[in-house]
């Protein structure tokens, strides 16, 4: 008899998980960035970054100048991500980060 009981409990948890994934999808877990997204501006910190960003020459000839200028690039789109997804304490993290490597 118990072993009947933990039977069906295991087919009925099983079919519970099944149910809650196919209905679910987990779309209410995932954070996505939405097509109306990239019509809105991002934050004035980024664009300033970005600006001076620009203004800066890197010779890419020398390791730690290319190694820099990937990370930067690097750093700035996750700080577009997270401006995207309204993620503020990211962004700011990452202009900070961007900020640190222009001083």
Do not use: C
Request: glycine share 6%; proline share 1%.
């Amino acid at each position: 008899m118990s072993f009947l009981r933990w039977f069906f409990s295991g087919i009925v948890v099983s079919l519970l998980i099944v149910l809650v994934g196919v209905l679910g999808n987990g779309d209410t877990f995932v954070s996505r960035a939405t097509a109306e997204d990239t019509a809105k501006p991002y934050h004035g910190n980024i664009t300033k970054i970005e600006k001076t960003y620009t203004r800066v020459e890197f010779d890419l000839s020398k390791k730690t100048h290319l190694l820099r200028k990937s990370r930067m690039d690097y750093y700035i789109a996750q700080a577009k991500q997270a401006d995207k997804r309204g993620w503020d304490y990211k962004r700011d993290q990452m202009i900070e980060r961007v900020e640190n490597m222009l001083a």
